[in-house]
Nanobody, 126 residues
Framework: QGELQESGPGLVKPSQTLSLTCTVS??????????WNWIRQAPGKGVEWIGY???????YYSPTLESRTSISRDTSKNQFTLELSSVTAEDTAVYYC??????????????????WGQGTQVTVSS
């Protein structure tokens, strides 16, 4: 059984880069056949998929965020990281890392994924 834990600063200034790390336990992020995602939920809005890194290391991002998004991984630490650049107040949200064997890029709810972290609040403010 796996566990995911998000970490990173809770406050980011406008125009800076948001950086979050997901630490995975109970299974390797290189185990074949999984997609490791970042999603977010802003106040009063639905869940928004940001992107994934696959077990093979390939990445795919939401077209609306692609120009500002980078997802990478450190297999030695069993972690994957989100970087979102040029943030604005509209990037304020609870950010989650998730895992699934399916590619889910239009989630209706976080529980569509088979595992997810507890989430971390990120506020963009000066």
């Amino acid at each position: 059984q796996g566990e995911l834990q998000e970490s990173g600063p809770g406050l980011v200034k406008p125009s800076q880069t948001l950086s979050l790390t997901c630490t995975v336990s109970g299974g390797s992020i290189t185990t074949d056949g999984y997609f490791w995602n970042w999603i977010r939920q802003a106040p009063g809005k639905g869940v928004e998929w940001i992107g994934y890194i696959s077990s093979s290391g390939s990445t795919y991002y939401s077209p609306t965020l692609e120009s500002r998004t980078s997802i990478s991984r450190d297999t030695s630490k069993n972690q994957f990281t989100l970087e979102l650049s040029s943030v604005t107040a509209e990037d304020t949200a609870v950010y989650y890392c998730t895992r699934d064997r399916r590619v889910i890029i239009t989630p209706r709810a976080i529980y569509e994924y088979d595992y997810w972290g507890q989430g971390t609040q990120v506020t963009v403010s000066s």
